[in-house]
């Protein structure tokens, strides 16, 4: 049991590049997420969903773009990446879409850098 | 909308001393609240939560927290804390029950330093 799984943990890339950040949890959790964190700032949420086939955006979703391509796995997609998403990536996974007993498990984060 | 507020930056304490974290929130309803820790280069270790009932809270590796309504509070503590203990806790007030556009919101956290 991996829990929440990322690939890969660090990336380099050149403004304008693409890339996509992979996510995977093997808890059969319905809802996924992905976090940025920026120093001073905590976590903020880009997109989340709540269960397979569904997708919302959270508090900074510009320039981001996310498939939730089963019930395990949920990617975030940088379709044209600009140094301010420069930051960790985090992605969680929960039981429940809200509500009591609620709780969120992180995986252990992509360090992406953009120059 | 929901807030919540870590007021310490980065505290320092002594190995074997006691620790307490603050946090603060802001949320319409009875909120759900959790700590989670993040230790160095690694991902976010849930240590406690808070849903209902009893509002001292037990969490894993020693930590407990107390949720005071009064004081729109949720402070993280322990008694004598060890070296493993440095690490950034994070201070987070969870979603309400319908699922919109009100979900986990963190506070920006703590990091703590321990010396010998």
């Known amino acids: 049991n991996a829990g929440v799984t990322q690939t890969p943990k660090f990336q380099v890339l050149k403004t304008g590049q693409s890339m996509t950040l992979q996510c995977a949890q093997d808890m059969n959790h319905n809802s996924m997420y992905w976090y940025r964190q920026d120093p001073g700032m905590g976590l903020r949420l880009i997109y989340y969903s709540a269960s397979e086939g569904t997708t919302d955006k959270g508090e900074v979703p510009n320039g981001y773009n996310v498939s939730r391509l089963n019930k395990r796995e949920f990617s975030l997609r940088l379709e044209s990446a600009a140094p301010s998403q420069t930051s960790v990536y985090f992605c969680?996974?929960?039981?429940?879409?809200?509500?009591?007993?609620?709780?969120?498990?992180f995986g252990p984060g992509t360090r992406l850098t953009v120059l | 909308a929901q807030s919540v507020t870590q007021p310490d930056i980065h505290i320092t304490v002594s190995e074997g001393a006691s620790l307490e974290l603050r946090c603060n929130y802001s949320y319409g309803a009875t909120p759900y609240l959790f700590w989670y820790v993040q230790s160095p280069g690694q991902g976010l270790q849930l240590l406690l939560k808070y849903f209902s009932g009893d509002t001292l809270v037990q969490g894993i590796k020693g930590f407990e927290a107390e949720f005071k309504r009064s004081q729109s509070s949720f402070n993280l503590r322990k008694p004598s804390v060890h070296w493993s203990d440095a690490a950034e806790y994070f201070c987070?007030?969870?979603?309400?029950?319908?699922?919109?556009?009100?979900?986990?919101?963190f506070g920006t956290g703590t990091r703590l330093t321990i010396i010998p």
């Open positions: 987070a007030v969870g979603a309400s029950r319908n699922f919109g556009n009100e979900k986990l919101t």
């Open positions: 969680a996974s929960s039981e429940l879409a809200g509500g009591p007993g609620d709780t969120q498990y």
